[in-house]
């Protein structure tokens, strides 16, 4: 059956139409640029079968350009369109911590680090280094690990605090089990992180855990 016969509230664009973006699944978000899918197949089952054998999604987009052009279904306009999707993300997202939201709506911060990490299949470790109004100065993945932890070293994090003349630090790091929830682990880290940087004068102001659905500030629940 092609799309064009499902219901209409089953179709990707009158469902994004309908529902806004956030309520379509990976599958459809992709096959709405996909437009067709292979011979014999809509666009949502192509899209499906990207995903199964080259997602999750971040992985698939992030091949860059050339590489998605050598996958079926794609090809250089659509892969092209996919990797400008991704960069327009990064920019939006960029500019809202540019101008000092990363501490006004710590939400943004959430979406920047989830849409920087969520991808990986092995747990990374990332800092968010800002000035005294809270605009972004840098973004660095310092720690990698294995599928379950990443060894966290907070002198390193002072060295690079101090390196961009951070006046604020805000950290972040992904489980790629999927879980949001802060391990024991999670918050022995941030307590030597805070308790480091405050004697360089630099504030932790928060940690996010990312996993599935929105990322996880330890801030909010009160454990920096």
Not at 75 to 94: F, H, I, M, Y
Not at 110 to 125: C, D, I
Request: with cysteine; glycine share 10%.
């Amino acid at each position: 059956m092609h799309i064009r016969e499902w219901p209409a509230t089953e179709r990707p664009r009158e469902k994004l139409l309908g529902q806004g973006a956030t309520a379509l699944s990976d599958a459809e978000l992709l096959a709405i640029f996909l437009g067709s899918g292979l011979r014999g197949q809509d666009a949502v089952t192509t899209a499906r079968q990207l995903l199964a054998a080259h997602g999750p999604l971040r992985a698939l987009v992030e091949r860059g350009a050339k590489g998605l052009a050598a996958l079926p279904g794609l090809g250089p306009a659509r892969a092209c369109a996919l990797s400008a999707a991704l960069e327009l993300g990064n920019r939006v997202l960029a500019a809202e911590l540019a101008r000092g939201e990363a501490m006004t709506d710590p939400a943004a911060a959430g979406r920047y680090f989830s849409q920087r990490l969520r991808g990986y299949t092995h747990e990374v470790f990332a800092a968010l280094f800002v000035d005294t109004r809270h605009r972004a100065l840098a973004f660095e993945e310092l720690f990698r690990g294995t599928i379950d932890g990443a060894e966290v070293h907070p002198r390193e994090v002072v060295r690079r605090a101090l390196a961009h003349n951070a006046a604020a630090v805000i950290v972040g790091h992904n489980h790629p089990s999927g879980s949001r929830e802060p391990s024991a682990a999670d918050r022995a880290v941030t307590a030597q992180l805070k308790q480091a940087l405050a004697l360089v004068d630099v504030r932790l102001l928060d940690h996010f855990v990312v996993g599935d659905g929105a990322a996880v500030s330890l801030a909010t629940r009160g454990w920096v």
